[in-house]
Nanobody, 122 residues
Framework: VQLQASGGGLVQAGGSLRLSCAAS????????MGWFRQAPGKEREIVAG????????YYANSVRGRFTISRDNARNTVYLQMDSLKPEDTAIYSC????????????????WGQGTLVTVSS
């Protein structure tokens, strides 16, 4: 499966952005999907995960209540709605797919797309 993230940009603190990740090839509707981020000088971390059906989701403590992950299996797309953005959310955001393993384990994800840069100014 090939993944392409989009929707990043520059936003002021308190603002919102919506990231999209379009998938091609593979069997999107059977994959767990996730969003990850990597800030300068920091390790990559899982931000949110969603089960193949969309019924179950996972959020990192740092974004719970502000970010929402969703998916549209008919469009082979996963989204990340980011609200109440903070400067510490600044990072490169990447989407990833897991053919097996739980949606809340970073180690499950083996297919990666290019990232999109999100910059939150104070």
């Amino acid at each position: 499966v090939q993944l392409q993230a989009s929707g990043g940009g520059l936003v002021q603190a308190g603002g919102s952005l919506r990231l999209s990740c379009a998938a091609s090839g593979g069997y999107f509707s059977t994959y767990q999907m996730g969003w990850f981020r990597q800030a300068p000088g920091k390790e990559r971390e899982i931000v949110a995960g969603i089960e193949w059906s969309g019924d179950r989701t996972y959020y990192a403590n740092s974004v719970r209540g502000r970010f929402t992950i969703s998916r549209d299996n008919a469009r082979n797309t996963v989204y990340l709605q980011m609200d109440s953005l903070k400067p510490e959310d600044t990072a490169i955001y990447s989407c990833a797919a897991a053919a097996r393993g739980p949606y809340y384990h970073a180690s499950s994800f083996t297919y990666w797309g290019q990232g999109t840069l999100v910059t939150v100014s104070s």
